[in-house]
């Protein structure tokens, strides 16, 4: 059965950087499509950014496009997620998301294709 352990939150300073890693452990049955969502208090799980396990395609959402980078190393079954320009709007629980099927249309920013999740990591911005 595969796992997932997201890991590097914590608490920045706005126009801070964090990376955060998620770790799948266990048999990895075919490949995995991998996604980073986030859910801050008060507010619904939101779609962050999505990768390819081959790492040939990338999605992001506008609200972190050209600050965050979503990246795989299959040899290490993890997946990061470089956050820049940190926001105090981006504070909010961040969890790991892994689906065998191929993403379709915009199927990667949907909470429903993703079968596996992991536990999640806190951010927090401060201004």
Do not use: H
């Amino acid at each position: 059965q595969v796992q997932l352990v997201e890991s590097g939150g914590g608490l920045v300073q706005a126009g801070g950087s964090l990376r955060l890693s998620c770790a799948a452990s266990g048999r990895i049955l075919g490949a995995y499509n991998m996604g980073w969502f986030r859910q801050a208090p008060g507010r619904e799980r939101e779609f962050v950014a999505a990768i390819t396990w081959a790492g040939a395609s990338a999605y992001y959402a506008d609200s972190v496009k050209g600050r965050f980078t979503i990246s795989s190393d299959n040899a290490k079954n993890t997946v990061a997620l470089q956050m820049n320009s940190l926001k105090p709007e981006d504070t909010a629980l961040y969890y790991c998301a892994a689906t065998p099927r191929t993403y379709y249309s915009s199927s990667y920013s949907r909470i429903r294709s993703y079968d596996l999740w992991g536990q999640g990591t806190q951010v927090t911005v401060s201004s």
